[in-house]
Nanobody, 125 residues
Framework: QVQLVESGGGLVQAGGSLRLSCAASGRTFSSHVMGWFRQAPGSEREFVAAISRNGYSTSYADSVKGRFTISRDNAKNTVALQMNSLKPEDTAVYYC??????????????????WGQGTQVTVSS
């Protein structure tokens, strides 16, 4: 089981930037598709971005496309989410997640098996 720990959340004004990071345990990090999801109060957890095992393929929710960038460093077992031009509607708890080793890209939260504890992102207007 991969253990995931997110960091980098905080309070930022609209239009600002934040960079989230997720550190993963284990020696099979490069075998896992990684994803970021978010959950606002009273809402379902929703897909934000995903990245393939080798980092060559990425996928984004329409709501963040052009503003957020997902990246990974397989040598350091980390995945990051660079968030620019933040909006108040981006306010949520952000979760890092991983699919089982060897499985392909997905945007469905039901396809991700391991989750971090989440980090709060608050964007003020």
């Amino acid at each position: 089981q991969v253990q995931l720990v997110e960091s980098g959340g905080g309070l930022v004004q609209a239009g600002g930037s934040l960079r989230l990071s997720c550190a993963a345990s284990g020696r099979t990090f490069s075998s896992h598709v990684m994803g970021w999801f978010r959950q606002a109060p009273g809402s379902e957890r929703e897909f934000v971005a995903a990245i393939s095992r080798n980092g060559y393929s990425t996928s984004y929710a329409d709501s963040v496309k052009g503003r957020f960038t997902i990246s990974r460093d397989n040598a350091k077992n980390t995945v990051a989410l660079q968030m620019n031009s933040l909006k108040p509607e981006d306010t949520a708890v952000y979760y890092c997640a991983t699919r089982r080793a060897g499985w392909g890209m997905s945007t469905s939260k039901d396809d991700f098996s391991s989750w971090g504890q989440g980090t709060q992102v608050t964007v003020s207007s």
